[in-house]
T-cell receptor, first 116, second 109 residues
C-alpha cells in the first residue's frame, strides 16, 4: 500500500480481555517495528521483525504481549488479559534500508487502546 | 538504551532559533530525527551517518559527533509549523532502533 496501515484506530476494552492490533506495512519494506506511546511520553520499543529472521522481542514488557508477522508482511500484536496500564497508542513502523545502509522508518497512524 | 534529549520542552517566538540535543550511552551507527505533531504519527526529518552533517528539511539542520555519541538538531528562524515533539532515533547496531525521550517545541506568534 501507499503507507503503513493500522487497525483498529481506536479500541476500548475491559480489563482482562484480549486484544489484537494489526499492522499492514509498506509493500517491499522488510523491517517492521512496534512501539508503545503512553500519554505525553516517548516511544517505547516493543518488538522488531526483519525478513525471515527471528524477531527481536527484547522490548516486550511482559509475557502477556506477543506479536507475529505472517508471510513477511502483515503483523499482529496481541495483548492478553489487558490491564489498565496497557492503555496507550501502539505505533507500527516499517522501514527500508537506504543506500547508506541505515533504516528509515515510516509510521502508521497508530492504534489507541483504552482499557477500562 | 534510550537516548536522552535536552531540553525536555522549549517555547519560542516565531523567527527565533533553537537547538535540541540527543545523547546516547551506546556507540552509534546513525542518528535519525523525527517530528510528531499532536495526535499524529512521527514523521521522518533527516538521517545522519558517521562523520556527516546533513541539511534536510526547511531551515532545520543537524550534526552528529559519533565520538561523543551525540547529535544536535538546529532549528533556524522557527515557524509556527515547527511546533511538535522532536525525537532522535538511534541505531546502536544490530536490530534495535531506539527513540529518545522527546523534546516538546512550541512556536508562538
Amino acid at each position: 500500500g501507499a503507507g503503513v496501515s493500522q487497525s483498529p484506530s481506536n479500541k476500548v476494552t475491559e480489563k482482562g480481555k484480549d486484544v489484537e492490533l494489526r499492522c499492514d506495512p509498506i509493500s517491499g519494506h522488510t523491517a517492521l517495528y512496534w512501539y508503545r506511546q503512553s500519554l505525553g511520553q516517548g516511544l517505547e520499543f516493543l518488538i522488531y521483525f526483519q525478513g525471515n529472521s527471528a524477531p527481536d522481542k527484547s522490548g516486550l514488557p511482559s509475557d502477556r504481549f506477543s506479536a507475529e508477522r505472517t508471510g513477511g508482511s502483515v503483523s499482529t500484536l496481541t495483548i492478553q488479559r489487558t490491564q489498565q496500564e496497557d492503555s496507550a497508542v501502539y505505533l507500527c513502523a516499517s522501514s527500508f534500508t537506504s543506500t547508506s545502509g541505515a533504516n528509515v522508518l515510516t509510521f502508521g497512524a497508530g492504534s489507541r487502546l483504552t482499557v477500562l | 538504551q534510550q537516548p536522552v534529549q535536552s531540553p525536555q520542552a522549549v517555547i519560542l517566538r516565531e523567527g527565533e532559533d533553537a537547538v535540541i540535543n540527543c545523547s546516547s550511552s551506546k556507540a552509534l551507527y546513525s542518528v535519525h530525527w523525527y517530528r510528531q505533531k499532536h495526535g499524529e504519527a512521527p514523521v521522518f526529518l533527516m538521517i545522519l551517518l558517521k562523520g556527516g552533517e546533513q541539511k534536510g528539511h526547511e531551515k532545520i539542520s543537524a550534526s552528529f559527533n559519533e565520538k561523543k555519541q551525540q547529535s544536535s538538531l538546529y532549528l533556524t528562524a522557527s515557524q509556527l509549523s515547527y511546533s511538535g515533539t522532536y525525537f532522535c532515533g538511534t541505531e546502536p547496531g544490530g536490530n534495535q532502533f531506539y527513540f529518545g525521550t522527546g523534546t516538546s517545541l512550541t512556536v508562538i506568534p
